[in-house]
């Protein structure tokens, strides 16, 4: 019964290549984010999707696309992967359309090599 | 805004003292706050919120003090636990953003 569930949790890739994350939510919230936190643990949102639609994309290159298929699931995929790109990536939810009491998923470490 | 520096902000306390952690924040248009309790290799965890309107807000353990005057955010974890340690997180939404802001975290130890 986990709420908010993400996959893989590790990915290690070299550079150049695409990659997929997948999260996943089953609390019926109608806003997903997927976040970004980098080796000094700093938190910052990528993107919001609020019923499939997106709200939020905060200046991120767009070699990451984020797809909402339907509301409770928002994958991220990432093409030609740098080395930057290295961080854990964290999918969250929250009811309402606004930012309040997000429940986020476990993550996903990449890795670029 | 952007965490500077290598290491996070330390609190140490005894085991079954209380614990005060502490968060600065600059937007006096913020108008939702939320802590988050991160353990190691898992995701942050909802603890607590307020809102701009309200001083304080008290849960099970936990109590958030929200001083808009001088911009200041705590979370005061009663009778720490062991299971207290991890980073903690205060996060601020500024009206209209309809976005989390993080602050830079507080790392949490628990002396036996």
């Known amino acids: 019964d986990t709420a908010v569930s993400q996959t893989p949790k590790y990915l290690v890739t070299q550079m150049g290549n695409d990659k997929s994350i997948k999260c996943e939510q089953n609390?019926?919230?109608?806003?997903m984010y997927w976040y970004k936190q980098d080796s000094k643990k700093f938190l910052k949102i990528m993107f919001s999707?609020?019923?499939?639609?997106?709200?939020i994309n905060e200046t991120v290159p767009n070699r990451f696309s984020p797809k909402s298929p339907d509301k409770a699931h928002l994958n991220l995929h990432i093409n030609s992967l740098e080395l930057g790109d290295s961080a854990v990536y964290f999918c969250?939810?929250?009811?309402?359309?606004?930012?309040?009491?997000?429940?986020f998923g476990p993550g996903t470490r990449l890795t670029v090599t | 805004g952007e965490s500077v520096g290598l290491h996070l902000p330390t609190l140490s306390v005894q085991e079954g003292d209380n614990s005060i952690i502490n968060c600065a924040y600059s937007n006096s248009a913020s108008d939702y706050f939320i802590w988050y309790k991160q353990e190691s290799g898992k995701g942050p965890q909802f603890i607590i919120d307020i809102r701009s309107n309200m001083d304080k807000r008290q849960g099970q353990r936990v109590t958030v003090l929200l001083n808009k005057t001088v911009k200041h955010l705590s979370l005061q974890i009663a009778a720490t636990q062991p299971g207290d340690s991890a980073v903690y997180f205060c996060?601020?939404?500024?009206?209209?953003?309809?976005?989390?802001?993080f602050g830079q975290g507080t790392r949490l130890t628990i002396n036996p």
């Open positions: 609390l019926g919230h109608d806003t």
């Open positions: 969250a939810s929250s009811q309402g359309g606004g930012p309040w009491e997000q429940y």
């Open positions: 996060a601020e939404n500024i009206r209209g953003a309809q976005k989390l802001v």
């Open positions: 999707y609020n019923n499939k639609e997106l709200i």
